[in-house]
């Protein structure tokens, strides 16, 4: 079965500083990776989503996360941040093949910026 | 598009009370998706419908909660009989095709069970 480790549960960064959240996974197959959002008070928004070509996937709001798959890794990344990107980030795996499909969150990183 | 609705998005009743959780998927989307949301568990998927048939129910936590989707237009939640440990924020999304589609959530509806 996959899982999904997000070591991070706060993360706080000053306004216009950058920020990487971090997202580790397990599985023996290949996998989809995701990343999602959630504001205050609201439902989960995908940010962006990796399910083959290039490794490097650019998302919404200026996000991007990198497939690393000899480090198991789909870091979250954006170069200057804003007060509006204050919310909780999920990462999510789902494995192939089709059929029995599963997708596993991470336990989520909350996101602080600080004027 | 309204995006996915849910009704109620508040909801508190006593223990052992039925609860029934609503939910409209967004049109001409093939798949449904039930989340619970809470603070110990984190997000955990109970039950995964394409074409309005329960594709992956494992999520399910016991025989109090059932799921049903009559129509491509509508699903429900239902907790019978109801438990403290039930409170939690319920999510309702869905997709056009299937798990790894880009999945459209709905507000949620946040259950206390008293």
């Known amino acids: 079965a996959q899982s999904v480790t997000q070591l991070d549960s706060q993360v706080p960064v000053f306004e216009e500083a950058p920020v990487e959240l971090r997202c580790n996974y397990s599985?023996?197959?290949?996998?989809?990776l995701f990343w999602y959002v959630q504001y205050p008070n609201q439902g989960l928004q995908l940010l962006l989503k990796?399910?083959?070509?290039?490794?490097l996937v650019k998302g919404i709001n200026g996000f991007e996360a990198e497939f690393n798959k000899s480090q198991t890794s789909f870091h979250l990344r954006k170069p200057s941040v804003h007060i509006s990107d204050t919310a909780e980030y999920f990462c999510?795996?789902?494995?192939?093949?089709?059929?029995?499909?599963?997708?596993?969150f991470g336990t989520g990183t909350r996101l602080t910026i600080i004027p | 598009d309204a995006g996915v609705i849910q009704s109620p998005r508040h909801e508190v009743t006593e223990m052992g009370q039925e609860v029934t959780l609503r939910c409209k998927p967004i049109?001409?989307?093939?798949?449904l998706f039930w989340y619970r949301q809470t603070m110990m568990r984190g997000l955990e998927l109970l039950i995964y419908?394409?074409?309005?048939?329960?594709?992956?129910d494992s999520g399910m936590p016991e025989d109090r909660f059932s799921a049903k989707m009559p129509n491509a237009s509508f699903s429900t939640l239902k907790i019978q009989p109801s438990e403290p440990r039930d409170s939690a924020v319920y999510f309702c999304?869905?997709?056009?095709?299937?798990?790894?589609?880009?999945?459209?959530f709905g507000p949620g509806t946040r259950l206390t069970v008293l």
């Open positions: 999510a795996v789902s494995v192939l093949p089709f059929g029995n499909e599963k997708l596993t």
């Open positions: 599985s023996s197959v290949s996998v989809y």
């Open positions: 049109s001409g989307h093939n798949s």
């Open positions: 419908f394409n074409n309005n048939v329960p594709i992956d």
């Open positions: 999304a869905s997709s056009l095709d299937g798990i790894t589609d880009t999945q459209y």
């Open positions: 990796y399910l083959s070509g290039s490794t």
